[in-house]
């Protein structure tokens, strides 16, 4: 066990693979597949131990929970979902940008009075007294669904699986409303339905999640380190900017005031001579350099990196920090 490699699982296909393979690109992570793409298993080129699963999304949670992957890309509505006590069995390293959707309850918008979860009780209620049977919600996210509506006080309905299109079943006569996931909204409204005003259940994106379960071998957590270090890297040299400037040295009290107000460093100490570097937020940089002009500085320039790597890195640290 002790050579057993990093298992990574990621998307086999569509929008979420383009957008993971990119992403580790990004961060110099390249997948490799020896048989070209119909091949489901690969490597990371020039990282050793590490062996890629490409997987449904699906899937890929089920490998995390019982621990036959070690770190996987999907969307947390399906950990969520698929998993009865995720927080248990999985870290949810850090969200990567892609994927966003909802998880919503949404109703038919000729029901004028209903905008809360609230008013559903008086729906079910209703619904009961008039037709003898419980309030019916369509919907793919039973578990979601389930302590959802157990968080709102919500009992007197039953819960019929969609199969198919669920945003259809109130239409089809199957079901009163609907649990779903949508981005845009747009098939909801053309299917006369609209969400409640505390209807959102989950903000869901992909993540990079880790499983607690899996065996975590010493070679296993030696490439979980690289790839985790290059992908901190990365995010850090995305969401950073490097300021270079001649100031006086007189001028030191006012670069002081600048670095505190917008939590900026000199990554190289107190300068010696006339340029100073400061290292900075991107969203910040343009009104530091602005506090420089106001100092009277000189020759300012702006620059991005391509990786910003620290003696340490939050994502590194959850996860070793986790596995104990």
């Known amino acids: 066990m002790t050579d057993s490699p ?26 490799t597949q020896s048989r070209g793409a119909r091949d489901y298993r690969g490597t990371l080129a020039g990282v050793p131990n ?16 019982t621990g036959a992957a070690h770190l996987g890309v999907t969307g947390e509505d399906l950990v969520r979902e698929q998993i009865a006590d995720a927080d248990a069995t999985v870290e949810m390293l850090t969200p990567l940008g892609f994927g966003h959707a909802n998880v919503v309850v949404a109703v038919p918008q000729a029901w004028i009075d209903v ?14 007294a008039r037709h003898g049977y419980k309030m019916r919600v369509a919907t793919k996210y039973v578990n979601l ?7 709102h006080g919500i ?15 109130p239409g089809a006569g199957s079901a009163e409303l609907i649990v779903d996931i949508t981005t845009t909204g747009a098939t909801l409204t053309a299917n006369a339905l609209k969400v409640l005003d505390d209807g959102v259940m989950l903000r869901s994106e992909a993540n990079l ?3 607690v379960r899996a065996s975590w071998s010493p070679a296993a957590r030696d490439a979980a380190t690289t790839v985790l270090t ?8 995305r969401n950073s900017r490097e300021i270079r400037a001649a100031l006086d040295p007189a001028r030191a009290a006012g670069l002081a005031a600048i670095l ?3 939590g900026a460093t000199l990554p190289f100490g107190e300068p010696e001579g006339r340029e100073t570097v400061i290292h900075c937020k991107a969203s910040t940089a343009f009104e530091i350099v602005a506090g420089l002009q106001n100092l009277g500085a000189r020759n300012i320039s702006v620059r991005a990196f391509d990786y910003l790597f620290g003696s340490s890195n939050a994502l590194t640290e959850r996860l070793l920090r986790r596995l104990g």
Do not use: H
């Open 6 to 31: 990093l298992i990574l699982a990621v998307p086999s296909k569509g929008r979420l693979q383009e957008n993971a393979t990119a992403f580790f690109a990004r961060a110099g992570l390249v997948f």
């Open 50 to 65: 590490v062996e890629v699963a490409f997987l449904s999304a699906s899937e890929i949670v089920n490998q995390l929970a």
């Open 115 to 128: 905008r809360s979860m609230a008013d559903l009780d008086e729906v079910a209620a209703d619904i009961r």
């Open 145 to 151: 669904t389930r302590r959802f509506f157990a968080e």
């Open 155 to 169: 009992a007197d309905y039953r819960i019929v699986e969609s199969l198919g299109a669920t945003e259809g079943a």
């Open 209 to 211: 999640v880790a499983s």
């Open 230 to 237: 290059r992908i901190a890297a990365e995010e850090e040299a």
């Open 260 to 262: 505190q107000d917008f």
